[in-house]
């Protein structure tokens, strides 16, 4: 897997709402070198936003409703892109009510180990602010260490973009309060 520098991971900041955008953005291009930016997945498969959003996506839904913000993604909704613009990836996803947080670090381990991407949809509050919110967001994982207590995760942002070593236990809760799971995306 390619190693984004510095200087080029600028372009994979998030735009407002466009996290789960620019994920992909980052993952597609360490996996393939293909850089497709995060407005135009944006377009691809439209966006929930508040109602005074004044970005330039055309492909939205205004809503007031702030845990409807961003992207609500039916299962398999990745994959019918990456076939659609014949980009040879496949994403896996399992939910987190399928695994124990000791079969959770080990899903994350394997995927890496493999030279896989991993992303989890999570609750933003809860793990930032130690508050649920049922706000969410998207992060990849991007290292798990040896003693199995934290992950080092890329969070796109716009806020606290950068890299972060977590808690992985705090992760796995965050992801339980969104209902949410992990993707694994490989080359095919």
Known sequence: MKQIAV???????????????????????????KYIGQEQLAEYFGINVPEKYDG???NIHRTNDKN??????KI??????FANKSIQLHEEYIPIACMTDYEFIDNIN???LNAN??????????????????????CQIIESYKEKENVSIFDPGPEGYGIKKIDS??????????????SIIRRK
């Open 7 to 33: 200087e080029e991971e600028m372009q994979f900041k998030a735009f407002p709402y466009l996290c789960f955008f620019a994920v992909l953005s980052k993952i597609i291009y360490e996996q393939t070198l």
């Open 169 to 182: 236990i705090e992760l796995y809760s965050a992801i339980h309060s969104k209902k949410d799971g992990l």
């Open 117 to 138: 991407s991993v992303y989890c949809g999570y609750d933003y509050g809860l793990l930032n602010a130690k508050k649920e919110t049922k706000v969410g967001h998207i």
């Open 110 to 112: 394997h995927a890496l």
């Open 68 to 73: 409807l913000w961003g992207v609500h993604l």
């Open 76 to 81: 398999d909704d990745v994959n019918k892109y």
């Open 56 to 58: 330039s996506i055309i």
